[in-house]
């Protein structure tokens, strides 16, 4: 099985900083990695597939990157509305999901 | 609109059973694979089954193989997931979603981007 590691778990911060969240996979999944924003009593909803393509409707702000093993999840100015747990999920093999980021006001 | 919308949640004792179903509407249902996921409260996500647009294949994960069986009826426009043998351990918020596929030139792969609002379960004596 694929095991799936973000880091930090979680972060503190202002609006408008560029926050970055990693996810590391324990085996190369090439760059089948997706990216779900959660917020409290809430589904979570699709930000980003295939590492980098983002979905419809989800604010330019938010960027994916990598392959391979190692991925981010950058948000370039972070916003009120930002602040939630995000979760990463590889979609290689089977399927498995990071353990997530809570991203809380500084 | 395009939603699901699961049902069935409640209180269970160790041991006994529960069906969640989950209902979709505006989409053709049988187009697509889906999945069930679960989320304790206060962890994070974890998958407990999946099940492609035609019945086969069926996955599951080791921690709920044996004791749940997920299916579809695609005339109905809707999923289940049969839980069994419950544990404490199994009480969280189930939710089903829809993996849709994108594909390059090697493979398709999923990602799952329309959910439920999700059904508690909560075992406990």
């Known amino acids: 099985d694929i095991q799936m590691t973000q880091f930090p778990s979680s972060l503190s911060a202002s609006v408008g900083d560029r926050v970055t969240i990693t996810c590391r996979a324990s085996?190369?999944?090439?760059?089948?990695l997706n990216w779900y924003q959660q917020k409290p009593g809430t589904a979570p909803k699709l930000l980003i597939y295939?590492?980098?393509s983002l979905q419809s409707g989800v604010p330019s702000r938010f960027s994916g990157s990598g392959s391979g093993t190692d991925f981010t999840l950058t948000i370039s100015s972070v916003q009120p509305e930002d602040f939630a747990t995000y979760y990463c999920h590889q979609s290689y093999s089977i399927l498995s999901f990071g353990g997530g980021t809570k991203v809380e006001i500084k | 609109q395009v939603q699901l919308v699961e049902s069935g949640g409640g209180l269970v004792k160790p041991g006994g059973s529960l069906r969640l179903s989950c209902a979709a509407s505006k989409f053709t249902f049988s187009d697509y694979d889906m999945t069930w996921i679960r989320q304790a409260p206060g962890k994070g996500l974890e998958w407990v089954s999946y099940i492609s647009g035609s019945d086969s294949p069926i996955y599951y994960p080791d921690s709920v193989k044996g004791r749940f069986t997920v299916s579809r009826d695609n005339a109905k426009n809707s999923l289940f997931l049969q839980m069994s043998s419950l544990r404490a351990e199994d009480t969280a918020v189930y939710y089903c979603?829809?993996?849709?596929?994108?594909?390059?030139?090697?493979?398709?792969?999923?990602?799952?981007?329309?959910w439920g609002q999700g059904t508690m379960v909560t075992v406990s004596s």
């Open positions: 295939a590492a980098s």
């Open positions: 085996q190369s999944i090439s760059k089948y």
């Open positions: 979603a829809r993996a849709a596929p994108y594909c390059d030139r090697t493979r398709c792969v999923d990602a799952f981007d329309l």
